[in-house]
């Protein structure tokens, strides 16, 4: 203020008192405002000449208190009467736009404050406030939304149902749009409310929103769906002086499509069930609801077993229908809270909430429900006239307030349907951190397996196969993996791996490449050109498309005779697909490849299909011969095999054998070639070699 009074003239006689009602003067009529005081408790009221100008009253007019509120217009009277009780009475300031009524009846509109000063014992002993002529602004205002809403209704009358209502949101106005959308004519409209119109219910957004509009003058825009009309309508509504301009678009269409995709993105598209978005959703959402409660949750890893063989042999199209069926029976093995999903393929997943705050009774009530499944998706399904059975695996996982992420929880259930399927399917099977670490350990042998095949870790080692007359008729490729942190390891340690993985395949491309390499620079030396290499093919090698392909393209490359070739295939090759198994092992006869089936009678003895097989020989297993002169079973298995061979005129290799004795009985009893560490162990080529050429080679002679 004192630097306000510096702008002041200060001239002889001219006090501080008036450089500031100089300066007040400035500032009101700059802001088109004016000061007013009320003295208590006489009410005694004063203005300012800019203030009395602003109305148009002279100046020296001095109104009381009574004569100033009657400036107020009559339905502004009672709302300032009241304020300025307040103020009076509890010192509560104000601030507030009312209408005045000036000299010669014109409306102003005003702002209005006070506030209130106290003396030293806190008794309101003063007020005192301004007034604030808002009249050319709010004209603007007004001025401004009625050319908006005429340009508005312009436009949007073009393509919208358009009607304006009054203040009480009653019909004034529709348009022929409105009647088409609201089934309804004009002349029924008009007078009725908006949610009359539309069968809305009194309480329910539609009125809340029109009124929040006429109260607060503010536009407001919402949809909602109205079931008399069967739609979904998007309303605008814009305040004007008379009431509400409001506009009405059809959008159902538009939230059909929009719900459509939605269910695209959350469900599956053939059973209708969650996916895995949605489940991963829902999982996330229990696990922030569990936070702070000891409440158990359940997840159930379900995967149908032998699906493939079904999608193979009757068709996808049953398979589909089988998907289909499943998801129905495990929805009804569940609560209605509880989320069945679909993965993918034929892999489901359950989500059961709020399973206890106990572990034990939780593990039991989630083994009552996947029993409930085992048995009820083992019951026979109809698949177009078919009669299909088929059974499940499933892996169980708990989780609560303190638990691993969604992604874990996912992988402890899936490692749990593995164990499942491991102990021989249509069973359950409760995650162990056991399988955690066993996972762990395979993935990192994964990783080690990958970098041996760059690094070239991997070597054959050959193992003698001796015939009747002691001389070597051939080898057997055995891979060896030279770590270079364990050393040299057997195949036992990773093949298992190497096969789920799916790394058995470039893994067996290359023992095939290489055994083929070593049988051509064999066939190059009179002494060993006429020796076999045998080489072990695993399921999932065989099962590859390309297989057959690779054999030859192998063989082509080296140089080979084919026969001097003989692949040993695993005696489960003739659990399914029997027919694929006999057409590729034909195609590979007729090229001349031995064909052998390794460990015979350890397997699946489908000795029904056996005499199809365009087979060269039995492979007798070691643990047959381990003990063939202590166990009488053994022995009679041994023998049996070498029966059945002589019979289908078959030759037969014995594997195992460690001690003459054994090699007697073997031979007492038929058999015409041997292996094993009576004769020589596996050993590098380099080795091996060495040992042909020695006078140890004897043994062989």
Not at 337 to 354: K, M, Y
Not at 527 to 549: C, G, I, K, Y
Request: proline residues 3%.
């Amino acid at each position: 203020m004192d630097k306000l009074l510096s702008l002041a003239p200060t001239q002889p006689g001219y006090s501080h008192e008036d450089a500031a009602t100089h300066m007040l003067g400035l500032l009101e009529r700059a802001a088109k405002a004016g000061a007013w005081a009320v003295d208590l408790p006489a009410r005694h009221f004063t203005w300012t000449a800019q203030l009395a100008s602003l109305l148009g009253i002279p100046s020296a007019a001095a109104p009381s208190f009574e004569d100033a509120l009657a400036f107020y217009a009559p339905e502004s009277r009672v709302l300032m009467a009241g304020v300025f009780d307040a103020c009076m009475e509890y010192g509560t300031p104000f601030d507030v736009e009312a209408q005045v009524i000036a000299a010669g009846g014109r409306l102003l509109w005003m702002r209005s404050l006070g506030q209130a000063l106290r003396d030293a014992s806190g008794q309101v002993v003063r007020i005192q406030g301004i007034l604030h002529d808002l009249t050319d602004k709010k004209k603007a205002e007004q001025d401004s939304l009625r050319l908006t809403m005429r340009l508005s209704t312009t436009l949007a009358s073009i393509t919208d149902a358009f009607a304006t209502l009054d203040m009480e949101g009653r019909f004034t106005y529709v348009n022929p749009e409105s009647e088409r959308l609201l089934r309804r004519k004009s002349r029924d409209l008009l007078g009725q409310t908006l949610w009359q119109a539309v069968h809305a219910h009194r309480g329910g957004r539609l009125r809340r929103e029109i009124r929040l509009a006429l109260v607060s003058g503010q536009p407001v825009e919402f949809e909602e769906f109205y079931a008399e009309l069967g739609k979904w309508l998007e309303l605008r509504a814009y305040p004007f002086e008379e009431g509400l301009a409001v506009y009405f678009r059809d959008i159902t269409e538009r939230k059909t499509a929009k719900d459509e995709i939605e269910h695209l993105a959350f469900y599956d598209a053939l059973t209708q069930l969650p996916n895995r978005q949605l489940l991963m959703d829902r999982l996330q959402s229990s696990l922030n609801d569990g936070a702070g409660h000891s409440r158990i949750g359940a997840l159930m890893f379900i995967d149908l077993d032998h699906f493939k063989v079904l999608n193979d042999t009757l068709g996808h199209s049953k398979g589909d229908l089988l998907l289909q069926k499943v998801a129905s029976r495990l929805t009804a093995c569940v609560r209605h809270n509880d989320t069945v999903a679909r993965l993918g393929g034929d892999e489901f997943v359950i989500l059961l909430e709020n399973q206890g705050e106990k572990l034990e009774p939780a593990i039991t009530r989630t083994r009552v429900v996947g029993e409930k499944i085992l048995a009820s998706l083992s019951e026979p399904y109809d698949l177009m006239g078919h009669e299909h059975h088929a059974t499940c695996s499933i892996g169980i996982t708990f989780f609560s307030e303190q638990q691993e992420s969604i992604g874990d929880l996912l992988k402890q259930a899936d490692l749990a349907m593995y164990g499942a399927k491991a102990a021989s399917r249509n069973t359950l099977c409760f995650f162990d951190p056991q399988m955690q670490a066993a996972a762990t350990a395979n993935a990192a042998i994964n990783v080690e397996l990958r970098q041996g095949l760059r690094n070239q870790e991997f070597v054959l080692h050959y193992q003698p196969q001796v015939g009747n007359e002691g001389h070597m008729v051939g080898v057997e490729a055995l891979i060896r993996w030279r770590h270079p942190k364990r050393g040299m390891v057997f195949p036992d340690a990773f093949i298992s791996q190497a096969e789920e993985s799916g790394l058995i395949l470039p893994l067996g491309k290359w023992v095939l490449e290489t055994a083929c390499a070593q049988l051509a620079a064999w066939a190059r030396q009179p002494e060993t050109a006429s020796l076999s290499v045998a080489v072990n093919v695993s399921v999932r090698q065989f099962r590859h498309p390309d297989f057959v392909e690779l054999v030859m393209a192998a063989i082509d490359q080296a140089g080979i005779s084919a026969h001097r070739l003989k692949l040993e295939l695993t005696e489960s090759l003739l659990a399914s697909n029997i027919e694929v198994t006999i057409a590729k092992m034909g195609i590979l006869k007729q090229a001349g490849v031995t064909l052998s089936i390794d460990d015979f009678g350890m397997g699946y003895s489908a000795l029904s299909y056996l005499k199809h097989l365009p087979l060269d020989q039995l492979k007798i297993d070691r643990s047959f011969v381990k003990d063939v002169l202590t166990d009488p079973n053994d022995a009679a298995i041994a023998r049996t095999i070498i029966g059945l061979a002589q019979s289908l005129g078959l030759g037969v290799m014995a594997e195992g054998v460690e001690t003459e004795a054994q090699r007697e009985f073997l031979v007492r009893y038929g058999c015409g070639c041997y292996q094993g560490h009576l004769f020589c162990k596996a050993l590098p080529i380099e080795e091996l070699e060495i040992f042909m050429r020695s006078k140890d080679k004897a043994v062989l002679s």
